[in-house]
């Protein structure tokens, strides 16, 4: 197994594991909600339905702007860790998040690193 698809489905199961966990909980499983259900899950879901189709092709770019993504849902996951009645749903997200962040980092760490190798081989080769 390659080490980029492990690291690409580390991303994979964190931004898909956040999008479902959002709809779950905002849609039938919170116990208690301050705005609209629909308004938070559009405002929770939406920005990271951008970058799915991307982490699942594997482009490096979607990775390097998810990587920033990833902080303000881990945040978030920190903030209703404090809370007593959605505190499940805190570490949920904020596990779902570090897995988006880390498998989107190391992906492009790897990815840059063999892309410099290639080019040393290339240029040596010439």
């Known amino acids: ?11 994979a199961i964190g931004i898909l594991g956040l999008v479902i966990l959002i709809v779950l909980w905002n849609g039938w499983l919170s116990p ?3 705005i609209p259900r629909s308004i938070e899950i559009a405002i929770l879901v939406i920005p990271l339905l951008f970058f799915v189709r991307g982490i ?4 490096r770019n979607t990775f390097i702007a998810v990587t920033l993504l ?12 404090y809370s007593v009645q959605e505190a499940i749903y805190g570490y949920l997200m904020l596990l779902a998040s570090l897995f ?6 190391l992906n492009v760490w ?3 690193k ?6 040393i081989k290339t240029r040596s080769t010439k």
């Open 114 to 119: 063999r892309d410099k190798q290639r080019v």
């Open 56 to 59: 699942l092709h594997g482009q």
């Open 32 to 34: 208690v909600q301050q």
């Open 100 to 105: 988006l962040f880390f498998g989107s980092l």
């Open 70 to 81: 990833s902080f303000p849902y881990a945040l978030l996951g920190i903030w209703y860790i």
């Open 110 to 112: 790897v990815m840059d």
């Open 1 to 11: 197994m390659d080490i980029t698809t492990l690291w690409r489905a580390l991303a």
